[in-house]
């Protein structure tokens, strides 16, 4: 048995498995996990912009369990359905911040170890979503080590340009 959200449409947002709880549903999810294990340093300090059920919060949550995350989202509906229906856990390790995440990212003064943009709305990518150019920001401080992971076109399985999205990120 498993439990689905969606954002009006039939476009599947996030899942959680009952009988297996830490299991992704989604295939770009354990891509990104996988890059996020890939990481060469330690991660203290992880930014999510984007939560839907919450399952890449709470896996995070499971592997590192002493890192620090801020997860940014738009609706509170949102953010309340993650703790109540997902099984978000609820620990001062998350910071779940209601917040739009384009003017989040250009006002936040916090370092974080890395980035994940998972923004959707009921069809893809929210268009006002930060991309690469715009986390360059962050790149300044040098003190900074981010990996910035988006997935765009979910299920069409490429970026805008053409390029395949699973198991791709990039590194500024």
């Not at 916090?110 to 268009?127: F, G, N, Q, S, W």
């Not at 076109?153 to 053409?162: I, L, M, S, T, V």
Request: aromatic content about 10%.
């Amino acid at each position: 048995m498993a439990r689905s959200l969606y954002f009006g449409t039939r476009v599947e947002q996030s899942r959680l498995y009952f009988n297996a709880p830490m299991t992704l549903a989604f295939e770009y999810q354990e891509a990104l996990m996988e890059a996020i294990l890939e990481h060469p340093a330690a991660i203290n300090r992880l930014l999510t912009l984007g939560l839907g059920g919450g399952s890449l919060p709470a896996q995070m949550h499971h592997i590192f369990p002493k890192c620090q995350q801020t997860v940014v989202e738009l609706r509170p509906a949102v953010i309340d359905i993650a703790y109540r229906y997902f099984h978000l856990p609820e620990t001062p390790h998350i910071d779940t911040r209601e917040a739009d995440a384009y003017m989040f990212v250009l006002q936040e003064t916090e370092r974080y170890d890395i980035i994940v943009i998972d923004l959707y709305d009921a069809t893809a990518c929210r268009p006002n979503s930060p991309t690469k150019s715009s986390c360059s920001l962050c790149k300044t401080d040098q003190a900074w080590r981010i990996i910035v992971i988006q997935f765009v076109e979910r299920h069409a399985g490429k970026d805008p340009q053409g390029h395949p999205l699973l198991g791709r990120h990039d590194r500024l």
